[in-house]
């Protein structure tokens, strides 16, 4: 019988992935978006061609940068 997911905390989730890797649906939970997040879309960091595209680098590097500075305050 498998737990029930949606009861579990983030950290009790990630304790059973772990031991249960093969468990796809648990992943599958762990990695989901929540409905109702927000979710945060950026650019492609390339062309199809694997050219880079240095403005949408930037705009990331600007963003991991501001949720670092916000993690450490």
């Not at 059973?16 to 762990?30: Q, S």
């Amino acid at each position: 019988m498998k737990p029930n997911f949606e009861a579990m905390s983030k950290a009790e989730l990630k304790a059973y992935v772990l031991e249960h890797r093969d468990d796809l649906e648990a992943i599958r939970f762990l990695f989901r978006v929540p409905p109702g997040a927000e979710v945060k879309r950026y650019p492609p960091v390339c062309t199809e061609e694997g050219v880079p595209i240095e403005e949408n680098i930037r705009i990331m590097e600007e963003a991991i940068e501001k949720r670092i500075a916000q993690q450490n305050h």
